[in-house]
């Protein structure tokens, strides 16, 4: 059984003291593949680092082959016998980490993005959240800076990674206008069937994660259960959305298995058809172009 958490904060600080470790166990417990969306441009280089040595573990490398990193992200120095979960870059901005950036942080995302087509799976993260709108009053940032990544998505061929927060009435008709070719996956989704179902008639996936551990979460649970199994991808957003019965503490890609299995809970289709029908959808979205 392999897996792919396809949306997890590994370069966030949290994970740093454990990080090699960490990818080792994910290999072991059958996660392969880790994918990295950044969320401001204060990230991008440590994911690229992160991604670039991957790749090098991946190749059978020497330590001494790894690149230098001002971020000290030696992650992958340890012996090549024992493999780790390989991760892979998106670059974006995130709603949440717009202080202090305008316009010129968009043109540097563009040059960023133009630099690292072949080293990125996607665009983002990016998104609307209403929450942090009404807080600060950027609706109209927000917005724009969504735009633009929907237009990067276009120009380059990759799909997009979506945050949402009560913004379902404001993505949905963004992305029709923009008609995103590569699609993408709303990440962490929660809401109704029909709202799902108008993010998948647009060729988009659905991020399933811990929110589907929650017993209070029906209405999303319920929606999950009734889309189509080629609508869904696996992911945890670690270190942030922990599972019920762990409030309180870091999230994990570990926990990934745990959503796999809430997810056998709630479906009709057996264990292994899930596990390969997300991989295919992984696959499908992030890999196979």
């Not at 880790?34 to 670039?52: G, M």
């Not at 993010?199 to 659905?206: A, H």
């Amino acid at each position: 059984m392999l897996l792919t958490d396809s949306h997890c904060h590994l370069d966030f600080d949290t994970f740093s003291h454990e990080l090699e470790s960490l990818l080792k166990q994910c290999y072991q417990s059958g996660i392969h593949r880790i994918i990295i969306p950044a969320v401001s441009p204060e990230n991008w280089d440590k994911v690229l680092t992160l991604s670039s040595q991957s790749k090098l573990n991946a190749a059978h490398f020497s330590p001494s082959s790894l690149p230098s990193s001002n971020t000290k992200l030696d992650a992958f120095s340890a012996n090549k016998s024992k493999p780790h979960a390989q991760v892979f870059a998106c670059l974006g901005i995130h709603p949440w980490f717009m202080d202090n950036i305008d316009k010129s942080s968009l043109d540097n995302l563009s040059l960023k993005i133009a630099q690292h087509t072949q080293d990125i799976v996607a665009i983002g993260e990016t998104g609307i959240d209403k929450v942090i709108a009404d807080e600060k009053n950027n609706i109209k940032q927000q917005i724009d800076f969504f735009e633009h990544h929907l237009i990067l998505s276009n120009q380059h061929n990759l799909p997009v990674i979506v945050h949402h927060r009560r913004s379902h009435d404001l993505i949905i008709p963004l992305l029709k206008k923009h008609k995103v070719k590569s699609h993408g996956v709303i990440h962490a989704f929660s809401g109704s069937y029909q709202q799902a179902k108008d993010y998948v008639d647009l060729g988009f996936k659905l991020g399933v994660g811990g929110t589907i551990t929650y017993d209070r979460a029906q209405k999303t649970i319920k929606a999950i259960k009734k889309l189509p199994l080629e609508s869904l991808l696996l992911e945890t957003d670690a270190p942030s959305m922990p599972l019920q019965g762990f409030q309180g503490e870091e999230n994990s890609p570990l926990k990934l298995v745990n959503i796999l299995n809430c997810l056998n809970d709630i479906r009709s289709e057996s264990l292994e058809d899930i596990t390969k029908t997300i991989e295919n959808n992984i696959n499908e979205l992030f890999f196979n172009r």
